[in-house]
Structures are given as structure tokens and as C-alpha cells.
């Protein structure tokens, strides 16, 4: 997610679940060729498994910014079909391109062809005001036949005039059943759904019937369920991990990358703002680690701070 899923937000979920595929923001091909690629690419290695999602719509740019997310040690490149804002219209790409299933097999191919890695697809269950199921399956069949075996499905359509991206979040009805169809017309593929998605007893029900949820919102403002997938969806011990040592490590890690790259630990800790949501507390911890008066801090005083320690500011 723009903004939000950068490197350190995806570090911090990994503290909390060892086996969620975590994505990246999308990065658009313009910004890999021409712009500076380590700040796009670059991320720690806990955060495995990585997805690199690209924004694009020319085969050989994508092709080539494929080859460097392989370079980069990605463990697969996602294509963005489903962004429907104006300016990522304008560049002809994201949810625009589900009108060109053609050209979007094309660009499947020409990844597939350049990397290794699996290269998947995540798009809308159609756009505008369409509303059969027979659009997107023969999307999903095109790029099907240039090789793609996995889609991520946001199950509703992408207004592309009229609605902002936010709206576009929320407004057109999400319909789950076009993305059971999918899995029933293609089953050799791997259909993860996406949208509208807030606790763990939704996520068991669509696994009855499906390869995978995509969660985004709910899991960025409420991580500390994160901590429970592990054990509930992936049959793994639990981490054993409080929500204090999470925080412990986060600011070990802050620490880190001030020495590593300068960096304060104010863009870090609002990744982290929803940690103690629910418990008693939790809105002065928030203040605390949201407060940009802190910023020269170090991020060990700013914990101690959040816990309730007086402010000794000199
Ligand atoms: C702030 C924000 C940024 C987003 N950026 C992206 C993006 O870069 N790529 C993408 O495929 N979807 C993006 N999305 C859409 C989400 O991935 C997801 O499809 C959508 O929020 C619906 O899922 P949810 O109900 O679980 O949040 C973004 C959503 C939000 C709220």
C-alpha cells in the first residue's frame, strides 16, 4: 500500500508473523529505470517473503524492472491491475488495463521470460459500471494462457471516472462470489481475495474455498493481529512474542537505522501506532510515539516516555 507498506512498516510485520507474504508499495517502472533504484529497492532481509509490486504497461520496461527485482533478491513480482487513480490512468496503467487483456499477457509474458520467479497479477473484478463475471474471467483466462498461475483478486470494481482512490476503496459493492468462480473456472491457479476483510473468522471462511486472503486496512491499523496467523492459518507455533518486546525490537531496529542510514525513528514508529490498540494506555503510547516534538529522541527515552516515565526534556 502507497505510503504505508514501506520497509520498515514490512520489518515490523514480520515481528509478527513468520509466514505472511508481505508486498511492497507499487513502484512504477518510471521510477526503476530512470529514478534511483536502491531507495525503491532496497529492504531487510527478515522480510522474506517479498513480493515486488510494479506498476507499468510496457513489456520490455517491465521485463527489465523484473530482472532487477530478481537481482534484488525478490521472492516474486506482482504486475498492479487494480490501482484506479487518475494520475496512474494518465501513465496508463494499473486498473486501466484490465480493458487490455492482450496487452497485459504480453507484459506476463515478456516477465515470465525475463526472471525465474513467480509473476503474479492483482487486479478488480471489473471496471466502471460493468458487471459480468465474463469480463474478468477472460482476463484472468488471457493472462492464464501467457503463463500467470496467480491472481489477487480486490473484488470490486475500480470506478475509474468520478470516484477518488479512497472511494474507490469503499464504495463500488465487493462481490465475493466472482472471485469463487474464478477459483472454480481455474482451478490450477492460486486465487487469493482481497477486500473488505477484518477478522480471522472471515479470512477461515473464504480458505474453505479459496488459495489465500490478501489483507491491507484492517491489518495495518490493527497488527497485533498479525501475531495470530501464524498459529491460525499456517499451523505454526506461536511466536511467543508480547507486544513490549515487539516494540523493544522496533526500537533496537530505529537504532539501527540511525546509524545504518540517518534516519530519526518518527517515519519508523507510525507503522506502529495501532500496536496497543485496545489496551489501557494506548492513547497516550500513541501521542508519545506520534509526537514530532520528540523527533530528536532517541527512540529508547521515547519508549520509556510512551510507558509513562516523566518528560524530562532539557
Ligand atoms: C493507503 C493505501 C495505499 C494503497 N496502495 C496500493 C498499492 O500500491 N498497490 C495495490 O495493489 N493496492 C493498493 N491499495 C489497495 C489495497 O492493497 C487493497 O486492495 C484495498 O485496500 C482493499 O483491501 P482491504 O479492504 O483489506 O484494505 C492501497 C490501499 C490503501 C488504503
Not at 496508463?92 to 484490465?98: D, N, S, T, V
Not at 500496536?275 to 508519545?288: D, E, H, K, N, S
Request: charged share 20%.
Amino acid at each position: 500500500m502507497m505510503d504505508w507498506t514501506d520497509r520498515h512498516c514490512r520489518f515490523f510485520h514480520r515481528l509478527l508473523s513468520r509466514r505472511a507474504r508481505l508486498y511492497t508499495e507499487m513502484v512504477t517502472t518510471g521510477a526503476l529505470l530512470h529514478g534511483d533504484v536502491p531507495r525503491h529497492l532496497r529492504y531487510n532481509a527478515e522480510e522474506h517473503p517479498l513480493a515486488l509490486q510494479l506498476g507499468g504497461s510496457e513489456p520490455a520496461e517491465l521485463a527489465q524492472c523484473a530482472r532487477l527485482g530478481e537481482q534484488w533478491g525478490y521472492d516474486e513480482i506482482n504486475l498492479n491491475c487494480g490501482c484506479p487513480s487518475e494520475r496512474v490512468q494518465r501513465g496508463a496503467f494499473g486498473a486501466c488495463l484490465m480493458a487490455e487483456p492482450a496487452l497485459v499477457a504480453d507484459c506476463i509474458k515478456a516477465m515470465l521470460d525475463a526472471v525465474a520467479l513467480p509473476v503474479s497479477v492483482k487486479h478488480r473484478i471489473g471496471i466502471d459500471r460493468t458487471d459480468n463475471y465474463a469480463f474478468v474471467r477472460d482476463f484472468v483466462g488471457a493472462l492464464h494462457l501467457a503463463g500467470c498461475r496467480t491472481f489477487i483478486v480486490h473484488a470490486r470494481n475500480a470506478w475509474l471516472r468520478g470516484l477518488s482512490p479512497k472511494q474507490n476503496r469503499e464504495l463500488p459493492p465487493l462481490r465475493y462470489a466472482m472471485v469463487h468462480q474464478l477459483k472454480a473456472d481455474f482451478p490450477d491457479c492460486t486465487i487469493v481475495l482481497n477486500g473488505g476483510i477484518s477478522n480471522s473468522e472471515q479470512v477461515q471462511a473464504q480458505l474453505q474455498q479459496l488459495d489465500g486472503v490478501m489483507l491491507g486496512r484492517e491489518a495495518y491499523h490493527r497488527p497485533w493481529w498479525l501475531s495470530d496467523w501464524d498459529v491460525q492459518f499456517f499451523g505454526e507455533t506461536p511466536m511467543a512474542r508480547s507486544r513490549e518486546q515487539v516494540e523493544a525490537q522496533m526500537v533496537d531496529y530505529m537504532l539501527r537505522q540511525s546509524q545504518q542510514h540517518g534516519t530519526t525513528w518518527y517515519p519508523i514508529a507510525r507503522h506502529m501506532l495501532g500496536l496497543r490498540q485496545g489496551l489501557p494506555g494506548a492513547r497516550r503510547w500513541r501521542q508519545v510515539w506520534s509526537d514530532h516534538r520528540l523527533k530528536g529522541q532517541d527512540p529508547r527515552e521515547v519508549m520509556a516516555l510512551a510507558h509513562g516515565a516523566q518528560l524530562a526534556l532539557a
